[in-house]
DNA sequence: CCTGGTACTTTTGGATCCAATATTCAATGT
DNA sequence: ACATTGAATATTGGATCCAAAAGTACCAGG
């Protein structure tokens, strides 16, 4: 019996580390801007410096966090500019990942599409914001993973992460996740009758509202 | 004096670790598919583990290196769909980083990216490889950069670094060093114009031309 | 001859310790 | 009062050591 507590622990301490240092910079635990002290976040997972290390230099290449030599890692604070930089990015690539992926849609995926889908309605009337913002990445996910780009999902997927602190913004508000399962519908009828293009157009609309949300809520002074 | 030997040693030892993998991987000094044993480099380096292995972290981050626990790290043997994905990423990603380059063009920019080209042609002329490779990435750095999205621009070197092996084969070939540098010519040429999608259609066909060649070396059944 | 298992070796993962660098803060002089 | 310097402290960077896992070679049994 190798500890059955929620979910199993990984078999390195660095991934261990690494888990648990993306929960705390999305459930915002960790604050943007905040240094990160090595020895205190070490003790308190239960791990030496070292698996931590390594496990900051892998958020360091995704741009999670930022470094400094001999000044140590921070969470990375993204400014307005660069949240839609990111979306901008995720545009173009999630763009051409949708049009392969209709073009060798199987039955199969779109059942996995529709199960992450009803995930993410339990989990949104059930108001718990983790559960649905990993049913509502496992949904798009599972599209842009059959257009058989490796690579390219894994950036998706990076892009994704360095603003996950900031989209558990957006889902806290409820007309929000409303607006997120209209949206998924319709992209799962389109998807069904192999709309690509129509499939991108609601995918840019529903990022924009993301983005515009996200102004609203970062900009202070209104 | 800190030692002038050609270039500065960097200021952690990691850094001095991952400049010498980088070359290591690009120039072919470590193979692709060549397991890498921690001990034995770190000992060539004259340094500890420690810093070997996050630099492998970092270069893991970057795709030049693949990791499986407990298993070590090893040399990302790309296969030719690998390549093709790559050079696609970067197709998408290049078009809108010029798309916005163009729109920003300064004299200074322009002139730089001649300057680079400049020795671009000096190092064909020497059958300097190495150099070659060096400004040809800055020629084309030094054009997206005046994008104005650092983000975009990062990804875009990632993907670089990530065929850079390829790449030194590409230019090993003597045809291959001239079609580049006309090439060059076209796009400065464009550029001045402002002609973006021509630009584009340049930079599509330099990158198809690379692709073509590298299928022709990579298959070795002809 | 092949298969499965077991001791042995190699290699990676992690903890602890020490060194180097940065930061803080108080003392000093202007 | 303010800037500057230098010691004390905190924090990161790196080396060494030990533990754990994977790989290897050899032997017994079929």
New interface residues.
Partial sequence: MTSVEGHRRP??AQ?FVLAELRRAITTGRLRPGEPIRQEALAEELDVSR?PL??AL??L????LVGYR??RGYSVVQLSLD?LR??Y??RR??EA?AVRRAVALLTPEVLEAAEKAQADVERAAEAGDVPAMTEANRRFHMTVFECAG????V??IRTLWDSTDAYRSMYYGDDPNRERVIAEHHAMLDLLRRRDAEAVVRVLDEHRSAAVGALEALLTPGG
């Fill in positions: 078999p390195t991934q070292v290390r390594e230099k892998t360091e290449g995704e741009g030599p001999h660069d930089e990111v901008l990015i173009i690539l051409e780009l490796p690579r390219l894994r950036l």
